[in-house]
C-alpha cells in the first residue's frame, strides 16, 4: 500500500482516531503500531512479515540473552554475519554469481552456478541496520535492554521500514518505552505532507516522466542536450523523490508522536562533498561513519590509511544502494573525490586557499567569498550530478554511452533546442537557496497560523499538485534499495 494512495489516507485516518483513544495501558499503542506495521508488510507478501518476525527473535536472542555465553566480539560476528547471509541470498546473490562465473571462466574453469529468484524483503536493509545500532548500544551499555515488544516495534516501525531513515536505538527507544506520548506538532506535520505530495507529485514526478526516464532508458535514442539534461534533472528527481519521502514520514511519525532523525539539510547548497555527505541520506552517512569507517580505524590511522578507510566506507555505501556495478562505481566516485579533498587540504591548508585562489587584492574584494563559495558550490554539483549518471544508469554500458553522448554536445545546438529546460534548471539551482531558506521560514511560522485557514490552503495546493503531475502514483526511489 502506498503512502500516497487514497487508501493509504482512508486507513492511517481511522488507525489514528483509535490510536488516540483514551488508553489506561499505556503499551497498547505500542501493540496497535505493530499488528499495522506487519499487515503493511504481510500486504507486499506475508514471507517478508515471517521473515521479519525471525529476524527481530534472533536480534532479541543475541542482544538480550547472547552476553550469557558470548563476549561481545563473537555477539558482533554473529550479528555481522547473519546480516550478510541475508544480504547475500536476497539482494547480492545474482551479483556474485555472474562476478565468480565470470572470474572463473577467465582461468578456464565454467561452472554453472545455480539460480535463486527470491524477492528482496520490504525494509530489509533498515531493519538490519536498526538492528546494529541496538546490539552495538546494548553491548556498549549505551542502552539498557529492551523488552520483547519494544525491540519488535523499533524493528518494525511502519513510517520508516521501508525507505528510512535510519532510527538510533539510543534516540528512537526511548521513545518507543515513553509511557505519555502525545501528538507532536500537528501544524508542522501536516505542513511536512504537503512539502512532500508538492515534492513527489509535482517536481519529482514530473522531472521523471518527461525528463529523467526516456533519457536514461535509451540514452542513445536521445541527443547531447537531453542527455545532459537528463543528467542534471536526475540530481533534482531523486532529490525531490527522497527529501519528500522524509517529509512524509517524518509527518506521519509526528502524528503518531514519534521524532524522527533529520535526514536532509539542503544538500545542493554543498561546496564540497564532505559537507554533501553532511547533509544528504544524514542518517545513512552518519551510519557509515560510526559503525563502517570508525571501526576501519577512522582519522585514528596514518594519513594514507585514512585514506583507504574512506574509500572503502563509501564503497560500501555504494554496495548497499544495490547489487550492480554502477552502484560500485558511484560509491568510489564520491570516495575518490573525497580523498582529492583530503589531498588538497593536505598539501594546501584551508587557511592559505585565498592567498593561492587570489592574488592579494582581489583577495579582500567585497563579494569575493560569496563568489567563491558559490563557484565550489557549482563544481561540487556538478560532481554529484556526475557520480548520479552510474547511480541512475540501468548498466555500466549505458553510464558509458550517456557520457559519450554528452560529450559531443555543442553549445550552441543546447541552446537553440533547450533553452527553456536549461533556463529551468539553472534557475532552479540559483533559487535553490531561497526556497530552502523560505521553506524552514514556513516550518517556525506554521506554529502561529489558525487552524481556520488550513483548509482552504490545504485544498488550494493539492489541487495544483494534483493537476499539474503526470498521472498516477510517484514511486519511492530509496524503496527499492
Not at 505493530?34 to 506475508?46: D, E, G
Not at 520483547?148 to 521500514?161: A, G, H, K, N, V
Not at 508538492?198 to 533519457?215: I, N, Q
Request: proline share 5%; hydrophobic share 55%.
Amino acid at each position: 500500500m502506498n503512502f500516497l494512495s487514497f487508501e493509504f489516507v482512508a486507513v492511517f485516518v481511522t488507525f489514528l482516531l483509535i490510536y488516540w483513544l483514551p488508553l489506561k495501558v499505556p503499551h497498547l499503542r505500542n501493540g496497535m503500531l505493530i499488528v499495522a506495521s506487519y499487515a503493511l508488510v504481510a500486504l507486499f507478501n506475508m514471507q517478508f512479515a515471517v521473515i521479519l518476525f525471525g529476524f527481530s527473535l534472533f536480534i532479541y536472542g543475541l542482544a538480550n540473552h547472547g552476553d550469557r555465553f558470548l563476549h561481545p566480539r563473537q555477539i558482533y560476528i554473529l550479528l555481522a554475519s547473519c546480516i550478510v547471509s541475508l544480504f547475500v541470498v536476497f539482494k547480492y546473490y545474482a551479483f556474485f554469481r555472474e562476478t565468480i562465473q565470470v572470474t572463473l571462466a577467465t582461468a578456464g574453469l565454467h561452472l554453472d552456478l545455480p539460480t535463486l529468484n527470491l524477492l528482496l524483503p520490504v525494509g530489509l536493509s533498515y531493519y538490519s541496520f536498526h538492528s546494529v545500532s541496538y546490539v552495538v548500544s546494548v553491548q556498549r551499555k549505551e542502552l539498557p535492554k529492551a523488552r520483547f515488544d519494544e525491540l519488535i516495534l523499533y524493528l518494525c516501525f511502519f513510517p520508516s521500514i521501508i525507505a528510512g531513515p535510519i532510527n538510533r536505538a539510543s534516540h528512537f527507544m526511548p521513545q518507543i518505552q515513553d509511557s505519555q506520548r502525545s501528538l507532536l506538532e500537528p501544524q508542522r506535520a501536516i505542513l511536512l505532507i504537503v512539502l512532500a505530495i508538492l515534492k513527489l507529485f509535482l517536481f519529482s514526478a514530473w522531472l521523471s516522466e518527461h525528463m529523467v526516464d526516456p533519457v536514461f532508458s535509451d540514452p542513445s535514442g536521445h541527443s547531447a542536450g537531453q542527455n545532459l539534461l537528463a543528467a542534471y534533472a536526475y540530481a533534482w528527481n531523486i532529490y525531490f523523490n527522497f527529501s519528500g519521502y522524509t517529509d512524509l514520514v517524518t509527518g506521519i511519525a509526528l502524528l503518531l508522536g514519534f521524532r524522527l532523525p533529520i535526514n536532509f539539510n539542503a544538500p545542493y547548497l554543498a561546496s564540497n562533498l564532505k559537507e554533501f555527505w553532511a547533509r544528504w541520506h544524514i542518517s545513512l552517512s552518519t551510519f557509515i561513519r560510526d559503525y563502517v569507517y570508525i571501526p576501519l580505524g577512522g582519522s585514528r590511522k596514518p594519513w594514507a590509511r585514512v585514506q583507504i578507510n574512506v574509500l572503502i566506507a563509501m564503497v560500501i555505501s555504494g554496495l548497499w544502494h544495490g547489487a550492480a556495478t554502477t552502484f560500485v562505481v558511484w560509491g568510489a566516485l564520491h570516495g575518490l573525490g573525497i580523498v582529492a579533498l583530503n589531498i588538497k587540504q593536505q598539501l594546501l591548508p584551508e587557511r592559505l586557499w585565498p592567498k593561492q585562489l587570489w592574488p592579494k587584492k582581489l583577495s579582500h574584494l567585497p563579494g569575493m567569498a560569496f563568489f567563491s563559495r558559490n563557484l565550489a558550490r557549482v563544481i561540487c554539483f556538478h560532481f554529484v550530478c556526475f557520480a548520479w549518471i552510474f547511480f541512475r544508469s540501468d548498466s555500466l554500458d549505458n553510464a558509458m554511452l550517456m557520457l559519450q553522448q554528452i560529450s559531443s554536445l555543442q553549445f550552441a545546438a543546447l541552446l537553440e533546442h533547450y533553452s527553456l529546460q536549461l533556463l529551468a534548471l539553472v534557475l532552479l539551482f540559483v533559487s535553490y537557496p531561497l526556497l530552502v531558506a523560505f521553506t524552514e521560514r514556513l516550518k517556525m511560522e506554521i506554529q502561529r497560523v489558525s487552524w481556520w485557514y488550513y483548509p482552504i490552503v490545504l485544498a488550494a495546493v493539492l489541487s495544483l499538485a494534483f493537476s499539474l503531475s503526470p498521472d498516477g502514483m510517484p514511486n519511492f526511489i530509496y524503496a527499492s534499495f
